[in-house]
Nanobody, 115 residues
Framework: QVQLVESGGGLVQAGGSLRLSCAAS????????MGWYRRVPGKQRELVAR???????NYADSVMGRFTISRDNTKNTVYLQMNSLKPEDTAVYYC?????????WGQGTQVTVSS
């Protein structure tokens, strides 16, 4: 079992920045991939960004060029740097990790962007 704990959410004005962190309870070195998803009330959870074990990344079109995902295997942590935030980025952000045939989720952290 792996616990993923997100932090770094909060309230920010449009154009501002936040950095989300996702700390795993054990080594993420052998994780196939880790990612960030978000959910807005009434909508399905959507992929924001993902990074695989080789550092290859992919992003949702809506955040391309504004968000950056990274992972630090020495700290068992994945980050999401969010710049130029927009009100439409307001959501609960969830960390996700795939290892073997298992998928793990964090509890989520709220990000609110005011206009």
């Amino acid at each position: 079992q792996v616990q993923l704990v997100e932090s770094g959410g909060g309230l920010v004005q449009a154009g501002g920045s936040l950095r989300l962190s996702c700390a795993a309870s054990r080594s993420i070195f052998n994780f196939n991939a880790m990612g960030w998803y978000r959910r807005v009330p009434g909508k399905q959870r959507e992929l924001v960004a993902r990074i695989n074990g080789r550092g290859r990344t992919n992003y949702a079109d809506s955040v391309m060029g504004r968000f950056t995902i990274s992972r630090d295997n020495t700290k068992n942590t994945v980050y999401l740097q969010m710049n130029s935030l927009k009100p439409e980025d307001t959501a609960v952000y969830y960390c996700n990790g795939d290892v073997g045939s298992s998928t793990y989720w964090g509890q989520g952290t709220q990000v609110t962007v005011s206009s």
